[in-house]
Structure formats: C-alpha cells, structure tokens
C-alpha cells in the first residue's frame, strides 16, 4: 500500500548533463518498496505544474531508510525538482506500481536497460547480489556517451556488465539488444534458457526487440514499461497499454509485465 509522506532530502546531485540522483529518507517506503516499483513526486509546493512525476526506485537501502531516484530534467517538472536542496523535504506517494517478480529457480539474471531505463535495474541488481547463488549480466544501452549513465554502478553490481551506444562514442557501437543476441550466443547458451531471466527497461522499441529474441530462445522475460503517467493509481487510464487480457494500466498493473503479456 502507498502512503504520502514529506521525505528528508539527504543528498542531491547532478550525475550527467541532465541527470540528477535525489536521496530521501524514508522508513515506509525504503521497507515496503521493491525494484520496478515507482514513486510519485510532488516537484513544488503550488500548483503548477499540477500532477506528480512518476520516477522510478533507482536504490533501496532499507538498512538506513533511504531510496535513490535517478531523474533526467526534461521538462518544467523535472527542472523544478533539481532545485530541492539538502535538508528540504519533498512530498511523495508511494511505493506504486508492481514491480520485478524473483523466481528462486532462475539462477542466471540478464539486465537490459536502453536510456534512463537503467534506473530500477540497480535496485534489482542490488537485491539479487543480497540473495546470493545467481550469475548477473548487466547490459546497457544509450544514444551515445553523454547519455549513458551510472552503467558504473549497475556495473559494480553485476557478475559482467557491458555498453553499446548507437554511435559508438562507447562500448560497442550497436543496440542494447544486439548484445543481448551475443550473450545468449556464446555465453548463456541454450543449456543455461531454462534457469535464465531477463529483466529489461527502456524505449518501447528496445522492449519489443527484447521480448522477441526472449520469445525466440523460449526464457523468461519481465518488461518494464515507460509510459506517461497522471494518477499514478490506475483512476485515469492515461497509461493503458493493450495486453492480451485486454487494456491494462502501466501506473498500477505495471510497470513490469510478463513480455508474454503485452500486445505490441
């Protein structure tokens, strides 16, 4: 259950051209939150803009109370919200949203982050190091240098980690998925399917392409959606994405779905 709370801001900071980390303190939500769950941020006290914006669990420290939300400023919300100085408290809902499903018998996790869609993947990176006895591949893809980041830190979490950006500027110059494809090629190959998942967030392209060599190599995929949000709880339906079941709400059916699930 989400609750709405005003939450100490204990550390701020710019970590790329438009990407900011924000560290709340937050008992609630640090021991109720999982990754792939969202939370949603009053960025000012008036009333413009009006709606919250939906930002991603980027870490979870249930030890200190505290989560991490890592935001890029596109917009007036976004930028509003990087003047939230240390000290200051800034009013969130949440934790919403449903988020990675952990199978006990999936002993091989692969992590496919395209864009800012490597933000939840450190919470799950992070908890699967915490429950042991699993190999983590940590992919991660951007437009080019100046888009990629914190791939240090989901690397830091993961067994391998690798990067491709479209224009080569680093990694290997490519899609995310491509070097998907050359993982489940020579390094999870066929024998290792049946224990495998794959965890992905990113562009709706990159998560189709993804859903389809998981469909193709038959393992086990859980997508998490970006779509613009409103409510944050599914009253809306500004999010609706068509399912086989029918529509469903990113916000609070998602934003992590079975890639068997979505109707592309």
């Not at 976004?78 to 988020?99: E, H, Q, R, Y």
């Not at 562009?203 to 393992?219: D, N, T």
Request: charge should be neutral; include cysteine; aromatic fraction near 6%.
């Amino acid at each position: 259950m989400a609750t709405q709370e005003q939450c100490q801001v204990l550390d701020h900071k710019q970590v790329g051209p438009r990407y900011f980390k924000l560290t709340l303190k937050s008992h609630y939500i640090s021991t109720n939150g999982e990754p792939g769950q969202f939370v949603n941020v009053r960025v000012d006290n008036g009333t413009e803009p009006l709606l919250r914006r939906p930002i991603s669990l980027h870490r979870i420290n249930k030890e200190h109370q505290t989560f991490e939300l890592l935001y890029e400023v596109v917009g007036e919300g976004t930028t509003l919200l990087t003047k939230a100085t240390i000290g200051s408290k800034v009013d969130v809902l949440g934790p919403l949203g449903s988020g990675f499903k952990l199978d006990p018998a999936k002993k091989i996790a692969i992590l496919v982050g395209g864009g800012m869609g490597i933000a939840p993947l450190a919470a799950l990176a992070e908890k699967l190091k915490t429950l042991g006895g699993r190999a983590v591949y940590a992919l991660a893809g951007a437009r080019d240098k100046s888009c990629l980041v914190c791939e240090d830190e989901l690397a830091s979490l993961a067994n391998q980690s690798v990067v491709a950006t479209d224009d080569g500027s680093q990694g290997r110059k490519g899609y995310v998925s491509d070097l998907l494809i050359d993982l489940l090629n020579n390094t999870v190959t066929q024998i290792h399917y049946p224990e495998t998942a794959i965890y992905a967030c990113g562009p709706k392209g990159m998560l189709k392409a993804v859903a389809e060599i998981a469909g193709q190599k038959k393992i086990a995929c859980q997508l998490s959606l970006e779509e613009k949000m409103a409510c944050g709880i599914g009253a809306c339906l500004g999010c609706s994405v068509m399912t086989i079941n029918g529509y469903k709400t990113v916000c609070k059916d998602g934003p992590v779905f079975d890639a068997k699930e979505i109707s592309w």
